[in-house]
């Protein structure tokens, strides 16, 4: 009985939204309705690795462009972020010294990075790896530096008594006494680099979900518009839960 | 000259209400292969002189000599028991026992180094338990390890802070056999500095006792010999006369040294009441 309502009710929401996006439609006649929606996107779902053409491909094969590049971007970013973190942890100079500049940096939206970027590496892909790197990069430098302040009195002792070197102490104590606040950093970079993907293939217009979105509004495709959006969000959910499912292992184990 | 030689030391900590002198002009010898006990009440500085002894902290003033070299930071042939284990979660037993040993013995072979922390860990009856991490252990097994530990390193000083003071009556017994045995086990002798605030525990493994006086700042009292033969037991201790004597002089040491801190406070009371009560009066009126 329990399971029967705990599966009801989400479908009792999705059903609303439902319902809340057909009035939508009804109201404004250019905004296709689900059912509409979903017959002029059933091309892009049922074959959803075809590709037909640089300008119409299956909607999995579309989110795999932008995949692959929130992956290469994320891993720029962790790759600069999980250091700095490490350090500013570390050293209360570091922080003192770069807090204020970081403050400033972290709020800056992807789309005002996305231009510096093209400028600095004058071709649109590194551009948007840029972007997404420097923008998802701040919750994982910010989550490894309070992971290593919060690590015990306990454990600092432990590294004192047995003298253990800087590089011991590092790998045996700091690095998994971190690992679970890293990973949340990790989770949340992750979302705002699949936030920035959306934005810098639009303004780019590289193959992907969000240039596939930018291209049907030019092309008056309304339905591939809300077929692209629904993809967005799903695939960021899943990455979402993907990721807290490897965190809830590492916080078990 | 003593093995372990404490002269002059003070200690104080900057607060918000101002500076807290925790230990002052606190004298101690230890000879080699002595175990001391200090023994004294909660918030009597005791951890923060073993911090001293130990070289995890620096004295304000004063200097601890060990073995004729003036301590300034850990030492390699030292050892360290804190009371809530210390023990890295993501670590087995094993694991953590054998952290010790290539920290103490970095020369050895991974082989070596397991072999030793593994007979560290069978010495403590843990020998069915070398792959289990801390959280799946009990107290007094974290504890066992944590001895393992500090014993794999083969020491010749240890310090023990509260070693026991987590545990439960029953286990605590029994720790404190087993500890008894691993100091008397060894081929040399381990000079030790045990911290607690059981005198039974003091008499139980100490060769002497030195109570800690009246702090904060906290000096140290005239110490007391504990002239028991070894093995001893807690039962045995209960009707010795030996046991009996040095129990009532350490509890007559430590309560003067609290009377003495608590009677400024009681002749105090009586005024704050007085200089509270005018000021309530207005109130209901």
Known sequence: MKRVINLLLPLCGIGMALAAWWAASVAVPDLPSPVRTWEESKLYVLEPLAYRGESDQGILLLAYYSLMRVARGFLLGIAIATPLGFLLGVSATLTRMFDPIMQVLRPISPLAWLPLGLVLFQKSEPAALFAIAVCSMWPTVINTMMGVRAIPQDYWNVAKVLRLSRTTTFIKIIVPATLPYMFTGYRLSLGIAWLVIVASEMLTGTPGVGGFLWQEYNSLVYAHILLAIITIGVVGFALDRLMGVAEARLRAS | ?285
């Open chain 2, 1 to 285: 000259m003593a093995f372990l030689e404490v002269r002059n030391l003070s200690k104080s900590f900057p607060t918000p209400a101002g500076v807290r002198h925790v230990l002052k002009d606190v004298q101690l010898d230890v000879e080699y292969g002595e175990f001391v006990s200090l023994v004294g009440a909660m918030g009597s500085g005791k951890s923060t002189l073993l911090s001293l002894l130990a070289g995890l902290t620096s004295p304000d003033t004063g200097t601890v000599v060990l073995d004729g070299k003036p301590v300034t930071g850990v030492r390699s042939d030292a050892a360290f028991v804190f009371q809530n284990y210390s023990l890295l979660p993501w670590f087995s037993a094993l694991e953590n026992v054998r952290l010790g040993v290539q920290a103490a013995f970095p020369g050895a072979s991974a082989d070596e180094q397991k072999r030793r922390a593994t007979e560290a860990l069978e010495r403590v009856g843990l020998g069915n338990a070398l792959d289990r991490k801390p959280r799946q252990l009990s107290g007094g097994m974290r504890q066992r390890v944590s001895l393992a530990r500090a014993f794999a390193t083969e020491p010749r000083v240890l310090f023990l802070d509260e070693p026991f003071g987590a545990l439960d009556a029953l286990t605590r017994d029994a720790l404190q056999q087993d500890l008894a045995q691993l100091c008397a086990g060894r081929d040399r002798p381990v000079t030790t500095v045990m911290i607690t605030n059981s005198v039974e525990e003091a008499i139980l493994l100490s060769d002497r006792i030195v109570p800690i006086v009246s702090g904060p700042p906290a000096s140290l009292g005239a110490s007391i010999p504990v002239e028991l033969a070894r093995p001893r037991t807690l039962a045995q201790l209960a009707h010795d006369e030996q046991a009996t004597h040095a129990r009532a002089h350490v509890v007559a040491s430590l309560t003067a040294s609290l009377q003495r801190r608590s009677r400024p406070l009681s002749a105090g009371a009586p005024k704050a009441l007085s200089a509270a009560e005018p000021a309530k009066a207005p109130g209901p009126a």
